[in-house]
């Protein structure tokens, strides 16, 4: 297969997605620190203040449903799909197991320690569907969720299948479909029924619909006051779901600043831009913190109050610097290093086993992790820390994300990516514009490396 070779310019990475990235897990740690603890262990006393507003979780499930959207039509569905587990998996792996074993070691006699059944079931995502396995951390339920909403995109999602009025239907039921049946959850309901309900994590499958919607319409697919509509409509659906009335306006606060970030340009100001580095750090080790953050977070602060550190700043001061450490530890040392071997190593191991000795060499010539279609798959992944989100650095630039199967694909993505360098914004319309696709003499043509 052969391509014009036009060479794309790669814009700079816009900083508003990260910018909301950290908004969202501080406030997933600091709900945590200051309010939840109060629940689970009142024991550990007071906390300086209190942080109530359940909206990190909610917002980084919708910033990863909008790059779901972005980055699934780009190629083979189930190449996308392993890339995401391949993503989610390894650092999920070792948070539970790190946890049950801080647990194991740490935690106060009269508190509950997982036990290995527990851990199996956290493993297995079981803990929804099995009254009897405990959470090993509370923070987990959103592991499940994200990977029953990967898979259904990858399935769903076939090229070129949603962009007429398909697409807005579907995100309209996915809506309104868990809030009809959310009026027939009861306590008297069904058991079968509530396990349906709650292990398909319908309660919360209105926060992809929310991603989806934004992203059509950053696409021009959906028009602003169908957008408005679902969204309010949206967080209606939230509202009774979650039964907090606060938590949803400050959700519906963060859709508009996603809905900026997605459809306006990028936030470089010179006050943001001047804390960059930070930002952007946070931002791309930001599912590390997300895992590692609550329970073991409670395990700190009850250590510390035990040695005599009985100030809660300094105790919080911990718990939230600890949380940012461990955070970089499992995206460094298991996230990035874990995705690279499975999504570059193994398939060459693979390609290897089944005895293609000329595959494996030409993968090699082509560059590491390239898969033998000149180097594209070493950046075809995304950015760390997007496993409760699952974004990707490319995505947000505009440039495409490999080379395109035939002149007309490359044709498309080479357009979008123009379109998004202009414009500033990493989600160009293509739809927007005719395509016009220059006819290409055989004779000069320059082909891909690695491709045939």
Known sequence: MQYTGVKTTRSPRRISWDVLRVIAVLAVVFQHAT??????????GDPPFRFSLQIGAAT????????????????????????????????????????????????????YVPTPWDVAGNLL???????????VDGAYWTLPVQLLAFTAAALLWPRGRWNTWHAPALVWAVVLVPLGLRLLYTPESPQWFRLLFDGLGLHRAHLFAAGAAIWFWSRRRLGG?????????????????????????????????????????????????????PIRWIGGISFGIYLLNQEVGYLLSSVLLS???????VRLAAVVAQAILLGWFLTTLVERPAHRWLTRRLPELLRSWRGSPGEATASSAAGPGSGGRGGAESVRSGRPGDGAGGEHELAERGVPARPAHDLVEFAVAQRDGDLAERRGTGVADAAAAPL???PVDERTVRRAPGRD
Request: charged share 10%.
């Open 225 to 277: 006051w169908h957008l408005t509509a679902l969204l309010g409509v949206l967080l209606v659906a939230h509202e009774a779901h979650s039964a907090d009335l606060a938590s949803t306006v400050a959700f519906g606060v963060l859709l508009v600043l996603i809905a900026l970030a997605a459809g306006g340009p990028d936030w470089d100001n010179p006050v943001l831009m001047a804390f960059a580095r």
């Open 60 to 111: 980084l499930l919708t910033i990863s449903a909008f790059f779901v959207c972005e980055t699934v039509r780009r190629g083979n569905t189930l190449r996308w799909w392993w890339n995401r587990v391949a993503r989610l998996l390894p650092a999920y792996v070792v948070a539970v197991l790190f946890t049950w074993a801080a647990f194991a070691v740490l935690a106060p006699a009269d508190w």
């Open 35 to 44: 309010h939840q603890v109060t629940i689970n262990h009142p024991e550990l």
């Open 436 to 438: 016009s696709v220059r």
């Open 307 to 313: 040695s005599g550190v009985t100030s809660s700043w």
């Open 125 to 135: 995502f079981l803990q929804s569907w099995l009254p009897s396995v405990h959470y």
